[in-house]
């Protein structure tokens, strides 16, 4: 199949913006929880919908009385936290522009996004950022205010425009129309300088309303309970910000989390306890390794090996029913089923808070076994696909037929259409307005309102999408050979002491990759083995380590011809980090950044 659209179940807003439900929920049911909040003492606290509206319309009076002025631009360099949904949604009250910076952006980034996007004001959360900022600030004559979070600026500003009439403020909010441009997100810059997506409040109204009408039961772990999540991925990224969105609009209690690491979101998941999640593969990755790991320490191996094929066997019959080919579970499997269930799968949802039975997945391609074990041990997870351009999703699993291994069909109001070349082409009211001052790359991008998204793919019969790669990332070998990379480094990476893997070969004679290690997978190993612990230089020598990797080479290349398979690999001592340029914010490869820095071992693979 070339093309699929699905209709749309959510009409494009025709007026208004994005910040008029916070009064309008505020007006007819001011009591309702809105979101959750993290005091002092490190206890959530709710707010109401009248409170948050008290609070947006006061934060809003005070960015008036400092000169923020409908149509400016304003940045947020800040972690996913309260504060940063309250100026979201208090400079969309009075018309302004948000440019968020990923918080462990470097001062050049800064600069390029700032200056960029003309910057008038900008909001950071601590002295480091303010500090970042700084150095380049000589260079930006139009940022005339710097705001710092941990300095209680958002008082100050209270206090600023508390003398000015609220009727000042809503005048500003009904100028706003869907038309207006919400936000300017900057892509991650895989390759080159990143670019400013142009967002609009109807782009982010239509995207949040539609998922709100097609996957709200998904958002319940029981039917009639009261959905919520926990916000854990960045705000300066568009996953995160089309959740905070449809969590105000759809009325779903939401709370924050700035951290991404199991120590910190864990014991936030059981204290909040969410009745779904919206996550990257990486933190469902993490809950599993985190559970097959206990599991071995307690000399359960076998039993969690065991649970877990049940569980993928479950999902696959479920999946089989669903979908016409099979019967669903056979008796047998439903009662191992429902003896792992409390041995092993209840542990898992426990993890996770819980309460949560559903989750959405998006921003990478996630293993359809990791799908099914998931499944199987009851949270059902819709996976996705989108870009910053698309507003987030594009794609998703429906709630009544997932296909594993798929990014699923189109959103409702969505045509997605593959290019004579594979390139994935998508068209619908979601669609960025171009790039801020770049009318070149929008030339190249937009195509009488269809976004080429250089990504590859296949639709099946059912107008189920699944991503094969990336049209800049293909490989072509000297001898002529095309090789995408991403399907053997997902191979490579499902072996669970494997943390990356880098597939190069491009004008090279074959194909090779650059493999880093998961330390705490690693810790484990050793001492399930009674081995010593090893520092990073030692653990790459050692030849049990390098067997175990070469095994989960000879895995990858069952997928490829020999032209394509990888002949030799490279265990590096250190992870590819963000904080040395090898990561985009999403945890995106910058490959030529890591063949760059990398530039002798890749080099020494190839030496005869």
Not at 72 to 87: A, H, K, Q
């Amino acid at each position: 199949m070339r093309e699929f659209t699905n209709p749309p179940s959510a009409l494009a807003p025709p007026v208004g913006g994005l910040a008029d439900v916070v009064f309008e929920h505020a007006s007819e049911d001011p009591r309702h929880i809105a979101l959750g909040r993290k005091d002092e003492a490190g206890q959530w606290r709710d707010v109401t919908s009248a409170e948050f509206r008290d609070e947006v319309l006061a934060l809003a009076k005070g960015l008036l009385a400092q000169g923020v002025r409908f149509g400016d631009r304003v940045g947020i360099m800040s972690r996913t936290r309260y504060e940063w949904t309250l100026f979201d949604f208090a400079l969309w009250t009075i018309g302004a522009q948000v440019v968020p910076l990923y918080p462990t952006s470097s001062a050049e980034q800064c600069f390029w996004m700032l200056y960029d996007a003309e910057v008038t004001a900008a909001v950071v959360e601590h002295e480091d950022h303010a500090m970042t900022i700084a150095t380049v600030i000589g260079r930006l004559p139009r940022l005339g205010r710097l705001w710092q979070l941990d300095e209680g600026c958002v008082q100050e500003l209270y206090d600023a425009g508390a003398h000015l009439d609220d009727e000042v403020v809503h005048r500003h909010r009904n100028a706003v129309t869907p038309d207006s441009v919400a936000t300017v997100i900057y892509t991650s810059g895989t390759t080159g300088r990143p670019k400013g997506c142009v967002i609009t409040h109807g782009n982010f109204m239509y995207e949040a309303d539609t998922v709100l009408a097609r996957w709200e039961p998904v958002f319940h772990s029981k039917k009639g309970d009261e959905a919520a999540t926990l916000l854990f991925l960045p705000l300066a990224h568009v996953f995160g910000r089309m959740v905070e969105v449809a969590a105000i609009r759809g009325r779903v209690r939401f709370g924050h989390q700035p951290r991404l690491d199991a120590a910190a979101l864990l014991p936030d998941l059981a204290a909040f306890r969410p009745t779904f999640i919206l996550a990257v593969p990486y933190i469902f990755e993490k809950v599993f390794a985190a559970a097959r790991r206990k599991a071995e320490k307690e000399g359960r191996e076998g039993p969690f090996a065991k649970a877990v094929d049940v569980a993928v066997r479950y999902a696959e019959a479920v999946e089989a029913k669903a979908w016409g080919t099979g019967p669903g579970p056979s008796a047998g499997l439903r009662m191992q089923h429902q003896l792992f269930d409390k041995l092993v799968y209840a542990k898992v949802r426990a993890a996770m808070g819980g309460r949560i039975r559903n989750a959405m997945s998006g921003g990478s391609a996630m293993d359809r076994q990791l799908g099914l074990f998931f499944a199987g041990a009851g949270v059902q997870i819709y996976e996705g696909y989108g870009l910053t351009e698309s507003t987030a999703a594009a794609t998703a699993n429906p709630p009544e037929r997932t296909r594993y291994g798929t990014v699923g069909q189109p959103v409702p109001g969505v045509t997605v259409h593959i290019a004579e070349d594979g390139e994935i082409w998508l068209r619908g009211p979601n669609i960025f307005q171009g790039y801020l001052n770049n009318p070149k790359a929008t030339d190249e991008t937009l195509h009488d309102g269809w976004l080429a998204t250089g990504d590859l793919g296949q639709l099946d019969e059912d107008g189920y999408l699944t991503i094969t790669g990336r049209k800049k990332e293909i490989l072509v070998t000297s001898g002529g050979k095309s090789v995408s990379p991403t399907p053997l480094e997902e191979r490579v990476r499902e072996h669970p002491l494997v943390h990356q893997c880098v597939v190069v070969g491009n004008d090279r004679p074959f194909v090779a990759a650059l493999v880093t290690l998961d330390r705490d997978a690693v810790d484990h190993w050793l001492t399930m083995r009674n081995k010593p612990p090893l520092g990073p230089a030692e653990l790459v020598r050692d030849p049990d380590l390098e067997m175990e990797v070469r095994r989960a080479v000879v895995a990858a290349n069952t997928l490829v011809s020999q032209a394509e398979s990888i002949r030799t690999f490279r265990i590096l001592a250190q992870p590819f980090t963000e904080e040395h340029g090898l990561l985009t914010p999403s945890l995106k490869l910058k490959r030529k950044a890591i063949e760059k820095a990398y530039e002798a071992e890749v080099e020494a693979l190839y030496r005869v």
